[in-house]
């Protein structure tokens, strides 16, 4: 399995008997996976989008107070961009219940 944001680091396992239980001894398998992210992916997908984002909620500040329309419409374009941007970085996210 590949994953395009993560590298698999190391996989150490082992073996633990565990005497805790009425039944008697029972061995326990442990297995552990070390990943390392790529922040390539991360800073692309993630901090580009939102820094610009930032930027263009900005430039409503710098548009005249007469032109009402325009600032409104940046300002929900924004707000709809930032909604859309969430929406998708969860379909990223494993499944989990």
Not at 4 to 23: C, H, M, W
Not at 37 to 57: D, K
Request: overall charge neutral.
């Amino acid at each position: 399995m590949k994953m395009s944001q993560f590298d698999l680091i190391a996989v150490p396992v082992g073996n633990k008997t565990n005497d805790e239980r009425k039944d008697g001894p029972y061995s326990i398998l442990l297995a552990s996976f070390h990943f390392q992210r790529h922040m390539g992916s991360f800073v692309i997908e993630v901090y580009a989008p939102c820094i610009m984002l930032v930027v263009l909620s900005w430039v409503s500040f710098w548009i005249n107070r007469e032109a009402t329309a325009d600032r409104i419409t940046l300002g929900l374009t924004t707000v709809l961009t930032m909604t859309f941007m969430s929406l998708e970085l969860r379909n990223d996210l494993p499944k989990v219940p």
